[in-house]
């Protein structure tokens, strides 16, 4: 109770001269030996002691006014000059403080009613751009009028965009702001394992219109000879793939900058060939990126290029969104140069910025498509009975197109007759022309369901699902800019499409499509989960790609037939059932993943602060160094100086402090694979010193994305680590293969003498209790056992019925670690939570 005590003291004296020192003489006598001497002490105290009565003996009348010269002179200054809301009244004593005295100054006494006036004088005297405007107040049916929502749902897009499903997704999930977009996260009611079992059993659908589309064209030799400075054929097929140059399948890569590979990751890209036109020599490509990657993607880009010149383009108005027939809206003079049309511009660019760049020398063209398409992704075996049981052919198509239109629609009704989406081919795609599905819009929400009757096209589903879409198959009008923005500007406003409904005969049945455009589209296959041996093509689904303005018209519909709506949160449990790394999570040698990992390390350290003290994990005796923020660098600096056993092999392996990469080159990847597995498994050659040594020098300072699978029970969570075990502890597994595993021993808080506390308002918090500071010790050999890197996705898996997680660990660390394992426990790691003593069983595996 001291603290307390002297707390208390100390807020009493506060306002007292600091000059003047007060003794504690006469207090506390006869108290017992372990009690203090001296000390503010509240109430009577036992023994009848009291506080002394005593006035001093004597006093210098010189030091005495001096001391309290402070106190009267700010005392005087306080009466004569008041300050704050209140004014001239504070010298008035209570009791005689009116409220009308603030309007008529002759109520107050003679001696206050100068200072009085002065006020009110200076008042009016204010200039009127000081008073705050009120805003002029409308009701609310003015404010729900069809100009005056669009006028603030484009003011409230300043900063954050909107995507067109934004006001559908604000009402039934929470919007996160991130990227320059405001996106859903996660719905509002309880949904994870209804959403799971969507994309087992069913379809879920996601708005990734948030992407940013990059569109290149020129001429083929050009693009690729540029386009090859950015990949790297070690990573996997590149922009030149045969079944993606021919613009009947998609791609992905894994971009870098410019001739620096491995150095210098980007990050993950997938990428469109049109197919190629007769008549046309250019060749047009379309690059998907995330929009965190946009700004270093599109300098890389126009660096290999050379396209710096910006084309000046002259932007229609877009999407417009109509006022109602026969109402028009009064507009002032302030609103003269606000648009009364919803905007559907990019969040990734300011305005007035340049979007097409071209190059005189190689004669390539790099324009920005950002948010010029809108696209769709539904997950899951029935994505493609949803897609038919929505989408009906256009009933009307030129002549000129309608051999391959007729080609693309009996492919599309080809899709009714196959049982899942994971038996096409991964990547093929389809072009396609649709009418409005607004005009079979079903009267009531229902579920889509496959037809299990045998058909007799049995055998052209069979070539469908062995063969794929055909090259010609995949164009579509999509691909051209004026047909996209004639389609975009023919769309039929919903007041026209209720008048059409009100004249039908038969109510609910289908409207004429005679008066409105067909809508030109691209169907893209995902093919799921393509690496590894379990689970293959799991999560597979279909792309949707539209024009933009034609967002509501087709997510209405599909969500009429019974599908799930999935936010950001469920795209990165989606990537964790795949075992994919998800984009910018999990890439923490690209510059959006060092950006994404300082965030989430500030926003972890802020959730922390917001506990109580007695409510916080003390991570230091625990024995986690980083609980927040995984130290990459340091650890994989220490396992390579570690692995260097020899004088010979550090000098050649190390000739100084380098950047740490992420391997992605398939052939360590696969040899990795191969050597992580139990002795049951036939490896493709033999493990030995000497091969991991040539390995280890090939790699250098790098980390391997692997997945791991608890043995028994236990939920990973976010950056648990990942350690080596002793041989001890193989040898635990051996004899009981149930057992829960080592325990860490409790470590010792040294600083736990350092408190949270800030030495100036500006300053921040030297420590924080629990957690280490920096610069961290040696993240190594920290703990009893030696770490190998940390988790970035864990949680329990709903398809494998166990605790999974996926993590990066060193690449040294994992050649020294199944050196040393019996060949029968090959892959045996430990895992341990930040939050825990108690470690776990877990086998390694590295996908390729």
Not at 232 to 246: D, E, R
Not at 410 to 427: H, M, N, W
Not at 498 to 519: D, F, H, K, T
Not at 638 to 643: A, D, F, N, R
Request: proline share 7%; aromatic share 6%.
């Amino acid at each position: 109770m001291t603290g307390a005590k002297d707390r208390m003291r100390e807020k009493k004296m506060k306002n007292q001269p600091r000059n003047v020192i007060y003794t504690s003489s006469g207090r506390g006598a006869g108290r017992g030996q372990g009690s203090q001497a001296c000390g503010w002490v509240r109430g009577h105290q036992p023994g009848g002691h009291g506080y002394s009565q005593d006035l001093p003996k004597y006093i210098t009348a010189s030091y005495f006014a001096k001391a309290r010269a402070a106190e009267v002179n700010a005392m005087l200054k306080a009466v004569s000059k008041p300050a704050g809301s209140c004014h001239i009244f504070n010298a008035l004593p209570k009791h005689m403080r009116r409220r009308a005295m603030s309007h008529n100054t002759k109520r107050l006494p003679i001696r206050l009613q100068e200072g009085a006036q002065r006020l009110a004088e200076r008042s009016q005297r204010a200039p009127e751009k000081e008073k705050k405007q009120l805003p002029r107040s409308r009701s609310r049916r003015a404010r729900r009028r069809h100009g005056n929502l669009l006028l603030e749902f484009n003011r409230r897009q300043r900063k954050n965009k909107w995507l067109e499903t934004h006001i559908w997704h604000a009402k039934r999930f929470h919007m996160q702001k991130t990227w320059s977009y405001c996106l859903p996260l996660k719905p509002t009611a309880k949904s994870f394992r209804a959403s799971y079992r969507a994309m087992n059993t069913h379809a879920l659908l996601q708005d990734l219109s948030y992407f940013c589309c990059l569109e290149l064209q020129g001429s083929e030799e050009q693009m690729l000879r540029a386009l090859a400075r950015l990949t790297s054929k070690q990573a996997g097929p590149t922009f030149a793939a045969a079944s993606c140059l021919s613009g009947a399948r998609q791609g992905s890569v894994h971009l870098y900058k410019a001739d620096q590979f491995p150095q210098g990751s980007l990050g993950p890209a997938d990428f469109l060939w049109r197919p190629r036109v007769p008549e046309a020599s250019d060749r047009q490509l379309w690059i998907w990126i995330h929009p965190a990657l946009k700004q270093d993607a599109l300098s890389e880009l126009q660096l290999v290029c050379q396209c710096s010149e910006a084309v000046s383009v002259s932007e229609e108005s877009p999407a417009a969104v109509e006022l109602p027939a026969g109402r028009k809206r009064k507009r002032d003079e302030d609103d003269a140069e606000q648009p009364s049309e919803r905007l559907l511009g990019d969040g990734t660019r300011p305005p007035g910025a340049p979007v097409r760049w071209q190059s005189p020398d190689t004669g390539i063209t790099i324009s920005d498509l950002t948010m010029e398409i809108v696209r769709y992704r539904l997950i899951g075996p029935l994505a493609h009975v949803v897609l038919t049981d929505t989408l009906q052919p256009a009933s009307e198509e030129p002549c000129s197109g309608v051999s391959l239109h007729q080609q693309q629609t009996d492919i599309f009704q080809l899709l009714r007759g196959v049982c899942s989406t994971a038996e096409l081919p991964a990547g093929c795609v389809l072009g396609l022309t649709v009418d409005d599905p607004r005009l079979t819009l079903p009267q009531k929400r229902g579920k889509s369901v496959p037809d299990l009757q045998q058909s007799a096209e049995d055998d052209r589903v069979r070539d469908l699902t062995l063969k794929g879409v055909a090259a010609h198959c995949s164009q579509s009008a999509l691909w051209d800019t004026s047909a996209r923005e004639r389609v975009t500007h023919s769309r039929l406003s919903e007041q026209e499409l209720n008048r059409m409904r009100s004249e039908l005969l038969v109510p609910g049945s289908r409207l004429s499509a005679a008066r409105q455009a067909a809508v030109p589209l691209l169907l893209v296959h995902q093919g799921g989960r393509v690496r590894g041996e379990e689970r293959l093509h799991w999560g597979s689904g279909w792309d949707l790609l539209l024009p933009k303005g034609w967002g509501m018209a087709f997510w209405v519909p599909l969500v009429y037939r019974g599908v799930r709506v999935g936010g950001l949160h469920m795209s990165v449990k989606h990537s964790q059932l795949m075992g994919k790394p998800h984009f910018p999570h999990d890439y923490p040698d690209c510059p959006a993943g060092v950006r994404f990992q300082s965030e989430q390390e500030a926003e972890l350290l802020e959730k922390f602060k917001r506990r109580p003290p007695s409510k916080r994990t003390n991570y230091i005796k625990h024995g986690c160094l980083a609980p927040f923020r995984c130290p990459w660098q340091q650890l994989t600096e220490e396992w390579e100086e570690l692995v260097n056993l020899s004088a010979e092999t550090a000098s050649c392996c190390r000739t100084g402090p380098s950047d740490f990469t992420v391997l992605r080159s398939l052939k360590a990847l696969r040899q990795l694979s191969a050597w992580s597995r139990p002795s049951s498994r036939r490896n493709s050659s033999p493990l030995t010193h000497a091969t991991a040594a040539a390995l280890q020098q090939e790699c250098g300072p790098s980390l391997v994305w692997v997945r791991l699978r608890l043995l028994g029970k236990g939920q990973p969570a976010l950056h648990a680590m990942v350690c080596v075990p002793t041989t001890s502890d193989l040898q635990l597994l051996l004899k009981d293969a149930h057992s829960s595993g080592p325990q860490e021993p409790r470590h010792k808080d040294h600083l736990k003498h350092l408190r949270q506390h800030k030495t100036g308002p500006e300053e921040p918090a030297r420590a924080v209790r629990g957690v280490c500071p920096a610069p961290l010790p040696s993240v190594l050999s920290h703990c009893s056992r030696l770490t190998l890197g940390w988790v970035t996705q864990g949680d329990f898996s709903l398809a494998a019925g166990c605790g999974e997680a996926l993590a990066f660990i060193s690449v040294s660390g994992l050649l020294h670690t199944i050196l040393q394992q019996p060949q029968e426990q090959r892959g045996l790691v430990l895992l341990r939570n930040p939050s825990s003593l108690q470690y776990r069983f877990a086998h390694i595996s590295i996908d390729v």
